[in-house]
């Protein structure tokens, strides 16, 4: 069953800015940390950042630190991730999942994920 349904892709030249979007249903939302991933083409899966379940903290790869930025609203089941100074090495698929990875996850995609939303950075 599907759970989590990603947005806010597109095509956006280095330097600029997106603001990706996470909807969840399914589950309690609020007992939930939320992770970013993304993929690139022909890579493996890319553990991006993580948020506590009251967004009391947050983790970020060292690639984004800085540059992205996690949120979430849990009135909205919603987890976000702002995405500043992009870099053309940011192009991938972004996918959000529930519960806790990091850098050192082992990820693959999950019945539970949705389709995805795609970042393009060229010039």
């Known amino acids: 069953e599907r759970q989590l349904v990603e947005s806010g892709g597109g095509l956006v030249q280095p330097g600029g800015s997106l603001r990706l979007s996470c909807q969840a249903s399914?589950?309690?939302?609020?007992?939930?940390?939320m992770t970013w991933v993304r993929q690139a083409p022909g890579k493996e899966f890319e553990w991006v950042s993580y948020?506590?379940?009251?967004?009391?903290?947050?983790e970020y790869a060292d690639s984004v630190r800085g540059r992205f930025t996690i949120s979430r609203d849990n009135a909205k089941n919603t987890v976000y991730l702002q995405l500043n100074s992009l870099k053309t090495e940011d192009t991938a698929m972004y996918y959000c999942?529930?519960?806790?990875?990091?850098?050192?996850?082992?990820?693959?995609?999950?019945?539970?994920w949705g389709p995805g939303t795609q970042v393009t950075v060229s010039s």
């Open positions: 399914g589950f309690p939302f609020n007992n939930y940390g």
């Open positions: 999942a529930k519960g806790y990875y990091n850098a050192d996850s082992t990820i693959s995609p999950q019945d539970y």
């Open positions: 948020i506590t379940p009251g967004s009391s903290s947050t």
